[in-house]
């Protein structure tokens, strides 16, 4: 694209004027254009910055103020010269910049930048430029920490802990990350050591539900009043509007427009089943037409939610070659080891009312046959209540007192199972197995005070202690059935992720849609729109 900064003599006065020596009320010096040429190519020249500029550059654009203190650091990591110009003009990158920038949409951002007015001056072609070379250096300067904060890092700390977002956030200089962008202008289209992977995947999909939308989205599912399923085998016309439906999301290869429920719409069904948090079945029942009829731009501000979280989370976070994370909304539990998925399993989680957190801890060690000591606001809500009416309750729940307090004894109608996984933390909140079996079969799973309930807590035992020749599987079960409390202590210590994602694309690039258990999407949605 050519720019208004051809005239070489131009780029230098940049120089000469945002990066002058001494007080801004000395005199200025005479200009020497050869001394110049120089600085302007050279950028460690190491000119003395002069403050009085960025004074006055926010006061003329106050809007971009919150931004000061890093253009401060930019320039003294670039020893207080120009970045974006050269001989030839702006930079590659600053043009790249201005492109993302004008497309924030496609990043899921519905904001925009204060001065736009000000960017089409400098990057079209016919305007008039009433910015002066320091304003023109250092709105650039602005505007690469504009798409870092929306783009890169997303909202503020206090926000997000606001939101009930526990995980560390990713921490990430700007002025690093300046440095490494400009020398590798690609990486700004997708870098993991910027972004969290999932972003990505996310940014892709999104892609592609706009183009639907943009198509004109999706009809409604048309059944009548009193419906219970369709079974293989029937026929109506509402199945041709779910062949329809399922094309358009790919959950079928073609859509042949058939009335008839064949054994290629029984997998169709089974797949968005699955990717929709349901229990895969052969029918499709009245729920999975609800599931259908969401518009497709519904589905659009879930993924930009999601999007969002993703910028929180450091880029590799999942990159370590052992953890377990645990997706809320999924109810599901991943634990990796040797960088390849060891095990998947069912989880219960939280109650709106008892919510799991989210949050991260490093699991230490391992409980067999665990007392389960009642937590203080169990007994005083539940159990007190429940002993006024029946005077036995302890002792039919294989309870007892101990130090004041109320514990369940091992065994396997403890409600903690036959075995727990510690990862110390104020919360208290842990893993654990649990004699209620029957919930697992569920497809909404938020039953628990707050602790994660685990579908396969034996294998998972296993899983963990696999390299481990004194843990054995079958010592592991002699330990769950022993009747008497056994720690052990992980030699090595394992990540624990708990999160929050109600959207997530997998290796093949499938988006899976889960309910938002703890209504936490409009919220943060409102945050992103009302920008």
Request: aromatic share 10%.
């Amino acid at each position: 694209m050519i720019t208004k900064f051809q005239d070489i003599k131009t780029i230098l006065i940049v120089s000469a004027l945002l990066f002058s020596c001494g007080s801004a009320k000395k005199k200025a010096p005479v200009y020497d254009q050869a001394a110049h040429i120089r600085g302007a190519v050279n950028h460690h020249s190491g000119m003395p910055f002069d403050s009085a500029l960025l004074l006055a550059f926010y006061h003329n654009y106050p809007d971009l103020s919150e931004y000061s203190e890093d253009v401060r650091e930019v320039y003294r990591r670039h020893n207080f010269t120009h970045i974006w110009f050269d001989e030839k003009g702006i930079i590659e990158f600053g043009q790249t910049l201005y492109s993302k920038v004008t497309a924030l949409d496609e990043e899921g951002i519905h904001t925009s930048f204060p001065y736009e007015n000000k960017l089409e001056e400098i990057f079209e072609t016919n305007r008039d430029l009433t910015l002066t070379p320091v304003e023109t250096e250092l709105m650039l300067t602005n505007l690469y920490l504009f798409y870092a904060d929306k783009v890169i890092t997303g909202l503020a700390d206090t926000t997000i802990r606001a939101l009930g977002w526990l995980l560390p956030k990713k921490e990430l200089s700007y002025t690093a990350i300046l440095d490494s962008l400009m020398a590798d202008t690609v990486r700004i289209e997708r870098d993991d050591s910027l972004m969290f992977d999932q972003y990505y995947r996310l940014k892709e999909v999104l892609r592609n539900y706009r183009e639907i939308s943009r198509k004109g989205g999706w009809k409604p599912i048309e059944i009548k009043q009193g419906f219970k399923a369709f079974k293989p085998g029937d026929s109506s016309a509402a199945i041709a509007q779910i062949r329809e439906r399922l094309f358009l999301t790919g959950d079928i290869g073609q859509n042949s427009g058939s009335q008839f429920f064949d054994p290629e719409l029984v997998e169709a069904i089974r797949r968005f089943q699955q990717r929709t948090g349901k229990n895969p079945t052969d029918k499709i029942l009245p729920e999975h037409i609800l599931e259908m009829n969401i518009p497709v731009d519904s589905l659009i501000t879930r993924i930009l939610v999601n999007m969002e979280r993703c910028r929180w989370i450091p880029p590799g976070y999942l990159n370590k070659s052992e953890y377990i994370v645990v997706n809320i909304p999924a109810f599901r539990l991943t634990y990796v080891k040797d960088s390849a998925v060891e095990l998947t399993s069912p989880v219960i989680v939280g109650k709106s009312m008892t919510k799991t957190l989210v949050f991260s801890g490093m699991m230490s060690y391992i409980v067999f046959s665990p007392y389960w000591n009642v937590p203080v606001s169990i007994i005083n809500k539940e159990i007190k209540p429940a002993m006024k009416r029946d005077p036995g309750y302890l002792a039919k729940h294989n309870m007892e007192w101990n130090n004041g307090q109320v514990r369940q004894k091992p065994g396997k109608n403890n409600s903690l199972g036959l075995v727990k996984f510690i990862f110390p933390n104020s919360n208290d909140i842990y893993m654990h197995d649990t004699p209620a079996k029957s919930l697992f079969e569920r497809e909404r799973r938020d039953f628990s005070h707050g602790c994660i309930r685990v579908g396969k807590p034996r294998d998972l035992a296993i899983a963990i202690l696999k390299d481990d020749p004194a843990w054995t599987p079958a010592k592991i079960d002699a330990a769950m059935k022993g009747g008497k409390e056994q720690s052990y202590s992980l030699k090595k210590k394992i990540p624990v992720y708990i999160g929050y994602l109600t959207t997530w694309v997998d290796a093949d690039g499938v988006i899976n849609f889960y309910d938002d258990v703890y209504s936490r999407d409009a919220r943060l949605a409102e945050l992103l729109i009302g920008q």
